[in-house]
């Protein structure tokens, strides 16, 4: 039997996508990638209006399973197949005719935040966070981290990216990434009224406005995403890379070689 890591429902127009595995922290790893994206998939084969990408569990997501990484026989090839799979669904997402709002609680960490800002509209609970957490594993950012740079500005990407700082909700919505910061009691009533005045919104105009205004500050963000898999790929299999995610296995602060 499949473990089920992603759960999709459709109805009235709006598809809602819920990262399941929350008591592992809805890890990224093939399987739940995979599920991802037919759910992606499924809700635009359901010609939905909206998309709510939400999350089960204390977090949205703590990004990429070191575990996997760690157990990996070929790490280089397993990450390289894993980002390309992630960057599919990113690349769905911001090209999708239906825009996409996206509920975070807790941390949004790794790959779990650039996920989280796919999104055209984030929504966060008053505690959550976000972490871009690669360097500190030796591993260069991906799922669209580099998207980033469009919300957030290039020093402030930089930040996050090198010196590993968090943002929290209110950092978050002060920089412009984040729509509405809101108690977490009150998170799934916000999103589920958004999503429905979206969803008896204009579905051309809301379309073609997505498109526009992503189109001006990506035009061609799979370049981005590519560039991303080349870099982290290239890293897993560096000493540097290895070592890094092994003493995060190992619960121990890494020695890096430089």
Known sequence: M??????????????????ADGDRGNPVHPGSVAQLHDAVRAAHRDGARVIVLAAEGRFFSVGGDLGAFSAADDVTGFIDDLADALHRVVSELVRSDAIVVSAVQGTAAGAGFPLAAAADVVVAAEGAKFSLAYTKVGLS??????????????????????????????????????????????????????????????????????????????????????????????????????????????????????
Request: proline residues 4%; aromatic residues 4%; without cysteine.
């Open 2 to 19: 499949t473990d089920t890591f992603v759960r999709y429902q459709h109805d009235a127009g709006i598809a809602r996508i819920t990262l």
């Open 141 to 258: 950012p991906d799922g669209g981290s580099s998207l980033l740079v469009h919300t957030l500005g290039l020093h402030r990407a930089l930040r996050l990216a090198l010196l590993g700082d968090l943002l929290t909700a209110q950092d978050a919505y002060d920089a412009g990434l984040v729509a509405r910061v809101v108690p977490a009691d009150e998170l799934a009533a916000t999103v589920d009224q958004l999503a429905a005045t979206l969803a008896a919104g204009s579905a051309g105009a809301q379309a073609a406005a997505k498109h526009l205004l992503r189109d001006v500050a990506a035009p061609a963000p799979e370049t981005a995403l590519r560039a991303e898999t080349l870099s982290i790929r290239g890293l897993a299999g560096s000493a540097d890379g290895q070592e890094g995610v092994a003493a995060f296995v190992e619960k121990r602060a890494p020695q890096f070689g430089g």
